[in-house]
């Protein structure tokens, strides 16, 4: 009684005192927050008591589950030893520098990246993007090439909420009521095929006609003006769409014909995802600079890390007795501690060989998702890349006609999922749900984890229904 009570305080005092991020004021208002409790492996505890299966690992982030013991020694043996050091005027902490040679050497030796060479840091995903952001300005200018500075993404992609990632972000949703996206910010169409592609058209067709329109734009905006493309090897938050047929090979050749760097958001797809250390190395790519977040310390602390390519790095270099000092960084570059846990969290990753175990989980459960759901009329496409999954809904399956605009069947089944103890995510562009656990989940959390799901479907079923139109 004492704890419910406790609880019921917290829920009031949350409701009363907190603006919480990507939520409902209303929603807050009416009901309060969701409290949670506890977690230990991918076992999520609310505060009423009910466990549920996290399928989202966190937002993309806890790759190597909850409560690693591994983890938090390392953490408390960095803050015994070294609180906290500043990177600034060239200081540096061990940890920091040993995490900088680690991941150098994970890049060269598994994603064909031995061109990627320095490391920014930062604490988050958004403000790696948001540095990627300033470096392609700063390179440019220091090139003489001021005008080279619109930075092209993606309709649907997701890259962060700072002003300038909010920006590079392509869903309307973060861009209304701040008057966003800043200017020099392109953005070109969405390589998700099953809902854009037209009528015959096949994936291969779809895939020219995506890097047509890249290229349309950057002639139309004038190569001259283009510094940057970035891009989610896998698009995460939009849906989880994978790159159509040589869709990235042809954009990395237009983009060396203009001079224009690529940047890779890895926040998600880094360290395990894709059952593959990097998306760079999944799909071949050659980016300039590669934006690391989520799995970089599996969340255990806030961190982030900027790769910067020679040829980037090369230019800072040549001209910094002209410009001095490099202007940018954070209170919290390449915190000690959240260095430690990283080093820790790579130690657990290359020794239960997660990289390898989310390849073979993903394709089990990409394989048990689809038998799940396919008697479901409501579902379309279950799709997928190790454990990076992505449930999309229609209003009817035969014709792929999707459900009238302003509905969210993907919230209506998450709902039900959390009242059957299983937790997907429902993502903020189109109506997809995404499953994306923790790297080391077992073969029978997933059978129980799909079984709820399959029976929280089958109760959000009259709900869609009404949805339909």
């Known amino acids: ?47 009423a008591g009910q466990e549920h299966i996290d399928m989202g690992a966190g937002l993309w982030c806890v ?82 090439k ?25 869903i309307d949703a973060y861009h209304k009521m701040f008057d966003l996206p800043l200017p020099d910010v392109l953005h070109t169409s969405c390589p998700h095929f099953y809902r854009y592609a037209e009528n015959g058209e096949s994936e291969a067709q779809f895939s020219a006609r995506m890097v047509r329109d890249l290229e349309n734009l950057i002639e139309r905006e004038g190569p001259e003006t283009i510094g940057a493309f970035i891009a989610e090897p896998v698009m995460g938050t939009g849906g989880v769409f994978l790159p159509p047929p040589g869709y990235f090979a042809k954009v990395q050749a237009l983009l060396d014909k203009h001079d224009i760097l690529l940047i890779a958001d890895e926040v998600i797809t880094g360290f395990g995802r894709l059952g593959h250390w990097f998306g760079t190395g999944a799909f071949d ?38 410009t001095g000092a490099f202007m940018h960084g954070f209170t919290y570059s390449g915190h000690p501690v959240g260095s430690a846990i990283a080093l820790a969290n790579i130690d657990v990753i290359e020794r239960e060989n997660l990289v390898e175990q989310a390849s073979e989980a993903g394709s089990y459960l990409l394989r048990a998702l689809r038998q799940a759901t396919a008697d479901t009329p409501f579902v379309g496409d279950v799709r997928g890349m190790g454990l990076m ?56 959390e997933m059978d129980e984890g799909v079984a709820r799901f399959a029976h929280a479907l089958e109760a959000a079923g009259p709900d869609l229904e009404k949805l339909q139109g």
Request: hydrophobic share 40%; charged share 20%.
């Open 285 to 322: 790519l050659k980016p300039d600079i590669v934006s690391l977040a989520k799995g970089l310390t599996s969340a255990y602390f806030p961190m982030s890390a900027s790769m910067i390519s020679d040829r980037v790095y090369d230019v800072l270099a040549a001209k910094s007795d002209e």
């Open 146 to 170: 001021p005008a080279k500075k619109k930075i092209i993404s993606r309709i649907g992609s997701y890259h962060g909420l700072t002003a300038a990632a909010t920006s590079l972000t392509g």
């Open 389 to 444: 999954i992505g449930i999309e809904y229609v209003a009817d399956k035969a014709t792929n006609t999707p459900f009238p605009e302003g509905t969210a069947p993907h919230k209506v089944v998450s709902k039900h999922a959390f009242d059957h103890g299983v937790l997907p995510r429902a993502l903020p562009f189109l109506p997809v749900n995404s499953f994306s656990p923790p790297l080391n989940i077992s073969r029978e």
């Open 1 to 47: 009684m004492k704890d419910s009570l406790a609880n019921a305080d917290l829920g009031a005092m949350g409701r009363k005192t907190m603006l919480h991020p990507v939520s409902s004021v209303a929603d807050l208002a009416r009901t309060g927050p969701t409290l949670y409790t506890r977690a230990k492996g991918t076992i999520l505890e609310d505060a």
């Open 63 to 144: 790759n190597v589950g909850y409560g690693r013991p591994e983890l938090v020694e390392a953490g408390a043996e960095a803050l015994r030893n070294l609180s906290y050091q500043h990177h600034f005027g060239n200081s540096a902490a061990k940890d920091t520098v040993r995490l900088s040679e680690r991941l150098v050497q994970l890049f060269a030796e598994n994603a064909g990246a031995g061109h990627l060479n320095r490391v920014f840091y930062g604490t988050s995903g958004s403000d790696a993007n948001d540095t990627a952001y300033k470096l392609v300005r700063y390179y440019n200018n220091l090139r003489g």
